[in-house]
């Protein structure tokens, strides 16, 4: 049998044998003391990672799950969706499909959502709620986070909920200084690790609107997390073998120093968008906005630089042992997308990179 590809798809990617051997430890019951320690034990480096004094709520989910639990823990009035690719527009009809009044604020894919363009419509006074993807990981566009959450001094009553699902611990999202009122993440993007687990932290005026929501249901109450979290407990059984996965990667993570990780992404980013650049490719977002956690190849989409056979240049890239993403949504096949995040080092992007030039000679 021939080893399974490396995975440079944008999640999920890569898990290294250090975090699989942590994930493989033996199981243990989670409402007993080795539990508890386990999981208050990991608290401290969670809350460094999303520069909050909130507890780090932590979810047996997909990330989707804990997305669809935001709107129905928060969503009152009307809720805007901020909405740039696959992953923000498909917001907009998850919260349709809950039952809930929400509007777009569609940009054209390949940009990013502006400021001024949210600000606009806040201004009307129409939303409590604002979903905001980070990095939208089909088109490779990295949102102004910080600059959009300036204003939430504006509107302190509208709740910011922030999808960086494919950016978190790639660069860095303070939760407490943004005023971010709900910040998600998976754990099979840029953490790295096995898929199945979400990890959150919601405000205290998330946690008030909450309350006054009915049919919040149970799974992915945010009361019920809180509840738990002071106990350093899960609302129910967790993915135990999760947590190890996680306390590792926190050790991991904090040996090579956050600093050093912001800048690794992004010197990976610059590579690879040379890579493409070098090889006559145009890159699908606009140079303002590209994201640092995956590279977006523009293979047609516009009228742009080089094109390739896209099934057929994933094939040829796939026997050099290596699995990339021919595209998502109605992007797919004129875009590919090369992940750089989690593990990724220069000397593991080099060999992408030579898998990507054989693949091109055999084209
Ligand atoms: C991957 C991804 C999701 C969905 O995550 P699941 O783990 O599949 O539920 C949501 N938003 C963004 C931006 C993503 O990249």
Redesign the pocket.
């Known amino acids: 049998m021939t080893p399974p590809p490396k995975l440079h798809i944008?999640?999920p990617v890569e898990v290294n044998e250090r975090t699989l051997r942590a994930f493989r430890s033996p199981i243990i019951g989670h409402r007993s003391e080795d539990f508890r320690r386990l999981y208050g034990g990991i608290q401290p480096g969670l809350q460094r990672l999303f520069a909050t004094e909130r507890p780090v709520f932590l979810s047996t989910s997909?990330?989707?799950?804990v997305?669809e639990g935001a709107l129905r823990n928060l969503a009152r009035g009307t809720a805007l969706c901020c909405m740039c690719g696959a992953?923000s527009d498909k917001w907009l009809d998850v919260a349709r499909r809950c039952g809930l009044e929400a509007e777009p604020l569609q940009v054209p894919w390949g940009l990013s959502v502006l400021p001024e363009q949210v600000d606009s419509r806040l201004a009307s006074g129409r939303y409590d709620l604002v979903t905001l993807?980070h990095?939208?990981?089909s088109t490779g566009v990295m949102n102004p986070l910080a600059d959009i959450m300036t204003l939430k001094a504006r509107y302190p009553d509208v709740l910011f909920v922030v999808?960086a699902?494919?950016s978190f611990s790639a660069v860095p999202t303070p939760f407490d200084e943004l005023g971010i009122d709900v910040l998600l993440t998976?754990s099979?993007?840029a953490l790295a690790l096995p898929?199945g687990l979400?990890l959150f932290v919601v405000s205290p005026a998330a946690l008030e609107r909450a309350e006054s929501i009915a049919g919040r249901g149970y799974y992915f109450d945010f009361l019920e997390f809180q509840k738990n979290a002071e106990r350093n407990m899960t609302p129910s059984t967790p993915s135990i073998g999760h947590l190890y996965a996680l306390r590792s990667k926190l050790e991991e993570i904090f040996e090579e120093g956050l600093p050093a990780r912001y800048c690794r992404h992004r010197q990976l980013a610059e590579s690879t968008w040379r890579w493409a650049e070098d090889r006559e490719f145009a890159l699908y977002p606009d140079s303002s906005c590209r994201s640092l956690t995956l590279t977006c190849v523009d293979n047609g989409a516009r009228e742009a630089g080089r094109r390739v056979d896209p099934d057929r240049f994933r094939e040829l890239v796939r026997q050099e042992g290596v699995l990339i993403d021919g595209g998502y949504g109605r992007i797919k096949g004129v875009t590919f997308r090369l992940s750089h995040m989690g593990d990724e080092t220069p000397e593991s992007m080099t060999r992408l990179y030579l898998a990507l030039d054989k693949a091109l000679s055999r084209l």
Do not use: L
């Open positions: 944008p999640g997909s990330a989707w799950g997305m992953f993807v990095n939208e990981t999808d699902v494919s998976g099979q993007k898929p979400s």
